[in-house]
C-alpha cells in the first residue's frame, strides 16, 4: 500500500511546543475579525486579496520576519468540518501548527488526509514535507488515526490497477487483518466454490487460474457478542463479460472491488476499536473475465440459497456473487448486515458520484446511518425498496432475473434483488457506492475514495459501543 503509514506522526498533543497559529474566521465574522488585526495583518490580508470564501488563507506577519500566523477561512467557525483545515495542510510550509483558540476536532482528520498520496508507479518522489498538527485533545488522537488509516485503505486500494490488485491481493489483504487482530481467515476457492456458492464460481470461472474465485471470510470477537456481518463486493476488474462493456465503460473497473476495499477497512475499524461484535467479514472475490467457460446470457444460475436466476446481462455480476455472500452471512444469525458494492450506473445517474445509494429494510437502522452521514461529513441518500418494483425481477423459466429490461429503477431492482438473499428478520443495510471521486477537492485527491465507510462506522459505534 502507498497511502501514508505514519498519520499518527502528524498529529501531536499539544503540551505547548514551539507552533505557528492559526487563525479561522468565516464570512459572518469575517470583517470584524480583520478590523480587529493590527495594521500590518490587515495590510498583509489586503495584499494577498483574502475574501471571506470557503479555503481562502493568508500568511500574517508577527514582529519579526520569523514570527507569522495564518488565517483560513471556514463555513463555520463554530463547527468545524473534517475537511477546512485540509487545504492548508496541503499548501503550508513544513512544520508544526496549532489553532489559535480550541481543539481541532473533526478538522484533524482532514489534515491527516491531505498528505495522502499514491505514488506506487512514479518514478520521481513527489512527497511534500510534513505538516504536524497539534490538539488540545490528546485522547482524539488514536481514533482519528485509525480512521484516516481506513481511509487511506480504500484509496490504495482502489487506486492500485487490476493486474496487481486481483482475488490474490484481496486474500493478502484478508491475511494481513486476520494477523494483525488474532482473527480466523477462511478461503474457498476454485471448484470448492462449485456446490456451496455456485454463483460466485460462475462470475469467475472464467479469468486466468491465478485470478481464481474465491469466498474470503474473517472472524473476530467474542462469540457471545451480537453477530456483525459485513460483505463487500470483490470484482477485481469487470469486463462485463460476453456481454462486454465498450472500452469507456471498462476505463475503470479496477474501481468494481471498492466495495470490497470498504469492508475490509470498516472491518480495520472494528477489530482496532475492539468493538464488542462478533465479527464476520465476507468478500466473494472475482474477474469477471471473457473465456470459452463464461457464464452466458440466458444461463440458469442456482444460488447457494436455492432460488434460480436467469441471466439477462452478464454485466449485472456483482448482485450474483453479493447473493451467495448474503446467504452464508445469514445462516450464522447476525444481528446486522451491511454490505458495500459498486454496483449500479444507475445510482450515480441518480445521485451523482458523491452520494452512496442507500438501501435498509429497518427504518430505525436508516434513520441511524443517514443521521450519522450528516454528523461526520460523509452523506448517504436513502432509497427506497419499493416492493412494487419485484415484479421487474421475473423470469419465465428461473425463480429470478438478474438484470430487468427497461433500464427503469436500475439501482433498486439491483437492491431488491439482493433483499431475496437476506435472511428474514435481519436488518440490513446496502450501499450502493461510486468509491471514486472524479475531481480533487482538498484532502480528497482525485481517485479511489471511501465514501459511506465514516458514517457506516459512526452509526455500528452508536449501535454496538
Avoid at 258 to 280: I, K, S, W
Avoid at 355 to 370: H, I
Avoid at 414 to 424: E, I, P, Y
Amino acid at each position: 500500500m502507498n497511502s501514508v503509514d505514519h498519520f499518527n506522526t502528524l498529529l501531536h498533543p499539544d503540551k505547548g511546543q514551539a507552533a505557528r497559529k492559526i487563525h479561522i474566521t468565516d464570512k459572518k465574522n469575517f470583517d470584524s475579525w480583520l478590523a480587529a488585526q493590527p495594521p500590518r495583518a490587515r495590510s498583509a490580508a489586503a495584499a494577498q486579496k483574502l475574501k471571506p470564501l470557503g479555503y481562502a488563507s493568508a500568511i500574517l506577519p508577527g514582529e519579526d520576519a520569523e514570527d507569522w500566523s495564518v488565517v483560513t477561512v471556514v463555513s463555520d467557525a463554530g463547527k468545524l468540518s473534517p475537511w477546512c483545515l485540509a487545504k492548508l495542510a496541503e499548501t503550508l510550509p513544513e512544520g508544526a501548527y496549532r489553532l489559535a483558540t480550541g481543539a481541532p476536532g473533526p478538522a484533524a482528520l482532514g489534515w491527516l488526509l491531505a498528505h495522502y498520496r499514491f505514488d506506487r508507479y512514479l518514478k520521481d518522489d513527489k512527497s511534500v514535507g510534513a505538516r504536524i498538527l497539534l490538539t488540545a485533545d490528546p485522547a482524539s488522537i488514536d481514533a482519528t488515526v485509525r480512521e484516516a488509516e481506513a481511509v487511506a485503505l480504500v484509496r490504495d486500494m482502489v487506486n492500485t490497477p487490476a493486474a496487481d490488485m486481483g482475488p490474490p491481493q484481496l486474500e493478502a489483504e484478508a491475511a494481513r487483518l486476520a494477523k494483525a487482530f488474532d482473527a480466523t481467515l477462511t478461503v474457498t476457492k476454485r471448484h470448492d466454490l462449485e456446490t456451496g456458492y455456485p454463483m460466485i464460481h460462475a462470475v469467475g470461472m472464467a479469468a486466468a487460474r491465478d485470478f481464481a474465485p474465491r469466498l474470503i471470510e474473517i472472524e473476530w470477537g467474542n462469540p457471545a457478542h451480537p453477530r456483525l456481518a459485513i460483505i463487500g463486493k470483490g470484482v477485481c476488474f469487470d469486463s462485463g463479460g460476453l456481454d462486454i462493456k465498450p472500452s469507456s465503460g471498462m476505463r475503470l473497473m479496477k474501481k468494481d472491488m471498492g466495495g470490497a476495499a470498504h469492508a475490509f477497512a470498516l472491518a480495520q475499524l472494528v477489530m482496532a476499536a475492539r468493538l464488542p461484535v462478533r465479527l464476520h467479514l465476507l468478500v466473494p472475490a472475482v474477474e469477471n473475465a471473457i473465456a470459452g467457460n463464461a457464464f452466458r446470457p440466458g444461463d440458469v444460475l442456482t444460488s447457494r440459497q436455492g432460488l434460480t436466476v436467469e441471466i439477462a446481462n452478464t454485466d449485472a455480476e456483482g448482485r450474483l456473487v453479493l447473493a451467495d455472500a448474503l446467504t452464508k452471512a445469514g445462516e450464522s444469525d447476525p444481528t446486522l448486515i451491511v454490505d458495500f458494492a459498486t454496483l449500479t450506473g444507475a445510482a450515480r445517474v441518480a445521485l451523482g458520484p458523491d452520494l452512496p445509494a442507500t438501501f435498509a429494510n429497518d427504518d430505525e437502522l436508516a434513520a441511524a446511518v443517514v443521521a450519522a452521514g450528516i454528523a461526520t461529513d460523509d452523506p448517504l441518500w436513502r432509497m427506497p425498496l419499493h416492493a412494487g418494483y419485484d415484479d421487474m425481477l421475473k423470469s419465465d423459466i428461473a425463480d429470478l432475473n438478474n438484470s430487468p429490461d427497461g433500464g427503469f429503477a436500475g439501482a433498486v431492482t439491483a437492491a431488491l434483488f439482493l433483499q431475496r438473499f437476506v435472511s428474514d428478520g435481519t436488518p440490513w443495510l446496502h450501499l450502493d457506492t461510486f468509491a471514486w471521486r472524479p475531481a480533487a477537492k482538498p484532502g480528497r485527491p482525485k481517485g479511489g475514495e471511501a465514501l459511506g465507510l465514516r458514517a457506516v462506522w459512526a452509526m455500528l459505534q452508536a449501535r454496538f459501543g
